[in-house]
């Protein structure tokens, strides 16, 4: 799964590139990527319907639908999500191909068939993934303190890279950043 600084450069691109955009067809060519509702019930409800914006919670990125619901994604680690034009010739492993109104298609390019897309309302996300109920902090959403940061640690018990890997101590850090932080920290 990727970690917290790539899933929020991601947010960030996918804002810029498709946070207003309408959808005008909906294409779902491996229907196991579709967690809730039904692929058909996905695509209903996402033909026709104007996208407002991308957010991040955790590590799942949602794409505003309606101002109502969330297409919410949960991505993997060979998962790539790419802006394409419809004429472009689809790749192995596509999963999803949403085409915009205007400004092409946004496509999830899954080929290890880890990525999770689901359709729901704002309200329900919570109950859908309680995981999100409990997040530690997040240090892009809310920058902190290094004195804020060490008392956190102090009061955790076990290893250091099992505190920094824990999604209730701390958002988006995996194995790789955590090895990278006990490195330069000595």
């Given at each position: 799964m990727p970690e917290l600084p790539e899933l929020?450069?991601?947010?960030?691109?996918?804002?810029?590139?498709?946070?207003?955009?309408?959808?005008k067809s909906t294409e779902v060519p491996v229907a196991g990527i579709v967690g809730h509702p039904t692929k058909k019930a996905l695509i209903g409800a996402l033909d026709g319907a104007k996208l407002s914006g991308v957010t991040r919670r955790g590590t799942l990125l949602l794409l505003g639908v309606e101002g109502t619901h969330a297409l919410v994604l949960s991505i993997g680690d060979q998962t790539r999500l790419t802006r394409n034009q419809p004429k472009d010739e689809l790749v192995a492993g596509t999963a999803l191909v949403l085409t915009f109104t205007q400004g092409?298609?946004?496509?999830?390019?899954?080929?290890?068939?880890?990525?999770?897309?689901e359709y729901l309302p704002v309200e329900e996300i919570g109950?859908?993934?309680?995981?999100?109920?409990?997040?530690?902090?997040?240090p892009v959403d809310e920058p902190i303190s290094w004195t804020t940061f060490g008392e956190a640690v102090l009061?955790?018990?076990?290893k250091l890279k099992s505190v920094l890997m824990d999604p209730t101590f701390m958002v988006g850090v995996g194995s790789i950043y955590s090895d990278e932080i006990l490195f330069h920290a000595g």
């Open positions: 929020e450069l991601l947010r960030r691109d996918l804002d810029r590139e498709i946070g207003e955009r309408k959808v092409g298609q946004l496509r999830i390019v899954d080929p290890k068939k880890q990525a999770k897309v109950e859908r993934h309680p995981e999100l109920l409990n997040l530690g902090l997040d009061r955790r018990d076990g």
